[in-house]
């Protein structure tokens, strides 16, 4: 019915499942989390500034330059955090996020390329552990597989 659609999209539904189709539901509901996942606000502390919080998608990677936790941003910005890198990597790694060594810590959702060489991101090479190439890159290749059948 053409006013049950307008309501779809009031609620902002992505999903129809028949009632005679009701085994659709898992793959629903999956598809669901997933795009929830791309919403994931974390709270960070910054030098000179309150607690902001910022939508993971927003962030590409964190480093550690000269003793100091930088954060990375997709606009281009950087902004130093009060948090060590080992704190913030027990924090995110569940929101897709992955130590490359003990200097930087990555977004999964802006990763292009795993190499041994380092981790290509858009503009980016991070460097990578040798000894974790292996881990990195099967983390790296399940993560890709989740989203892209869901």
């Not at 991101?121 to 190439?133: D, K, M, N, T």
Request: proline share 2%; glycine share 4%.
């Amino acid at each position: 019915h053409i006013e049950l659609s307008r309501k779809g999209y009031q609620v902002e539904a992505f999903r129809y499942i028949d009632k005679h189709k009701m085994s659709e539901i898992n793959e629903a509901l999956s598809s669901a989390m997933l795009r929830l996942e791309k919403y994931q606000s974390i709270d960070i502390s910054i030098v000179n500034l309150e607690k902001q919080q910022i939508p993971c998608c927003n962030i590409c990677f964190f480093e550690v330059y000269n003793h100091d936790v930088l954060m990375h941003l997709v606009d281009g910005e950087t902004y130093k955090c009060m948090e060590t890198l080992s704190k913030l990597s027990e924090r995110l790694t569940k929101k897709g996020f992955i130590l490359l060594n003990r200097s930087y810590l990555a977004n999964l959702v802006h990763i292009k390329r795993i190499d041994p060489d380092g981790v290509k991101l858009e503009e980016e090479v991070l460097p990578i552990s040798r000894r974790r190439y292996s881990e990195i890159k099967k983390i790296f290749f399940e993560w890709k597989m989740k989203r892209a059948y869901g």
